[in-house]
């Protein structure tokens, strides 16, 4: 095992997780490159189950470097969440790694969403309501926020304030919902912040580093590949690409240096 890219080749739920828990044991190094918090792994380590949202699987082995690149769409609570709970049954979180470069996750995200999906009505794409879609929407639109701004106190406030700027006035004369309030969520955002600083870096040129040290390094796709937003089964699709080209776009890591992808395919398609 060198660089290995695990996808999953149909809609999901092919049973991926099993065979990412099987190789992580073997890996120095786990990374997840797209997707969100919607997009979770089940795993099984001595009879207790996991359910792993953000948080690479690699988080269950000791000594294993857990990477979140800078294509995942972060959610700083769930990952909290995640890391909180880990830590309650005694695993060591200090090996997780934030890519300064992914894009945050706020509750405009989520609330958005949520009334996007009730506007389309029977039209519905069927989304987990975890913000995904609209933080990646952000990012293109150039004004997203990223984990580098999230941690800067000063930057936080002012792309906040800006972003807010606009997501009430879409609240109000288009959803009909309450504004959003500035104070409480930078009061919450900056908590998460103080929290996660130390994890954050430069993940990509870790990984350049960590491949040319020779290190067995294990990508794991989130979704699956009749999901991806091009080429998969659209519009009832996720909003990035969970495919092999996907992982090297989303950790920063050239085609060249992936060794080998690993297809999971179901008996059948439910």
Known sequence: MASVVILGTQW????????????????????RSQGGSNAGHTVVVDGVEYKL???????LFKGT??????????????????????IEKGIDVSGIRISNRAHVVM???????V????????????????????CYVDRDNRIGIRVCDFIDKEEFAKRLKENLAIKNKLMAGVFGKEPFDYEAILK??????ERLRPYVCDTIAL??????????????????????????????????????????????????DIDKVVGVVKAYCT
Do not use: W
């Open 12 to 31: 999901g739920d092919e049973g991926k997780g099993k065979i990412v828990d099987y190789l992580a044991q073997q890996a120095e190094v786990v990374v």
């Open 207 to 256: 990984l350049h580093d960590e491949i040319r040290a020779g290190k067995k390094i294990l990508f794991e796709g989130a979704q699956a590949t009749m999901l991806d937003i091009d080429y998969g089964t659209y519009p009832y699709v996720t909003s990035s690409h969970p495919v092999s080209g996907g992982v090297c776009v989303g950790a920063g890591v050239a085609p060249r």
């Open 115 to 134: 009334c996007l999906e009730e506007m389309k009505g029977a039209n519905k794409v069927g989304t987990t309501k975890n913000g995904i879609g609209p």
């Open 53 to 59: 949202r953000l948080m690479p699987s690699g988080i």
């Open 107 to 113: 509750p405009y995200h989520c609330e958005m969403d």
């Open 188 to 193: 919450e955002y900056e908590g998460y912040a």
């Open 65 to 86: 470097l857990n990477v979140v690149g800078n294509g995942v769409a972060f959610n700083p609570k769930v990952m909290l969440q995640e890391m909180d709970g880990m």
